[in-house]
Structure formats: structure tokens, C-alpha cells
């Protein structure tokens, strides 16, 4: 199985910038999709990025396209979300996850058989 743990949130004025990254365990990590979904307060869970077991292939939100870019290193079992121009908007608690199987896109289409979930990190953004 997979364990993933997110650090790099934080406190961040709007325009500024902030990395997050998902530490996974585990000798299949590079098998694995990976993607990045986020929750604000009292909304639902939604989608961010998406990025292929390789890192060949990536799939943004659109409210993220043109400011976040999400790339991992498999040799450090590692993904990570570069988060530019925040917006206040984009405040909430961002999880990292992983699947086996399926297309990049099917992480946002099909969330319910996503295999493994972080707990999660917060990131807020302040106007």
C-alpha cells in the first residue's frame, strides 16, 4: 500500500507563491497517477491537478490553469503542487492522492476509486 503525507502549506498574502509537496511510501509510487484535490470551508472536495504515473502528462482545473503546476520527482517518491498568484479564493485544505489505474482525467471524473488519500495540508491565502 501507499501513504501519503502533504507539508508546505501555510499563511500567504494574495500574489504570493507556495509549494506543496506529497511524500509517498512505498515501492510502486511511480505505478501510481497522482493528483491534487482541495476542500474550503464548507464547500465540496474539488479537483486541482492531475499528473501521470511517468509525469508525461498533466490535467489542471480551470480555475487553476496558468498558475499552479503540479510535477514529481519518482525518484524521491514525491509530487508537488507550485501554487503562483494566489488568490483568496484558493484557500483551503489541499490532499494529495493517488491511483492505480485510469486515465489522468478519470482522478477528477471518478474521485470515488481513487486508491489512497493524504490527510491533508491548509493552505490560506489572506487579501
Known amino acids: 500500500q501507499v501513504q501519503l503525507v502533504e507539508s508546505g502549506g501555510g499563511l500567504v498574502q494574495a500574489g504570493g507563491s507556495l509549494r506543496l509537496s506529497c511524500a509517498a511510501s512505498?515501492?510502486?509510487?511511480?505505478?501510481?497517477?497522482m493528483g491534487w484535490f482541495r476542500q474550503a470551508p464548507g464547500k465540496e472536495r474539488e479537483f486541482v491537478a492531475a499528473?501521470?504515473?511517468?509525469?508525461?502528462?498533466?490535467y489542471y482545473a480551470d480555475s487553476v490553469t496558468g498558475r499552479f503546476t503540479i510535477s514529481r520527482d519518482n525518484a524521491k517518491n514525491t509530487v508537488y503542487l507550485q501554487m503562483n498568484s494566489l488568490k483568496p479564493e484558493d484557500t483551503a485544505v489541499y490532499y494529495c492522492?493517488?491511483?492505480?489505474?485510469?486515465?489522468?482525467?478519470?482522478?477528477?471524473?471518478?474521485?470515488?476509486?481513487?486508491?489512497?488519500w493524504g490527510k491533508g495540508t491548509l493552505v490560506t491565502v489572506s487579501s
Open positions: 492522492a493517488a491511483r492505480s489505474s485510469g486515465t489522468i482525467w478519470t482522478m477528477r471524473l471518478v474521485p470515488t476509486r481513487i486508491n489512497y
Open positions: 499528473i501521470s504515473s511517468s509525469g508525461g502528462s498533466t
Open positions: 512505498g515501492r510502486t509510487f511511480s505505478t501510481y497517477n
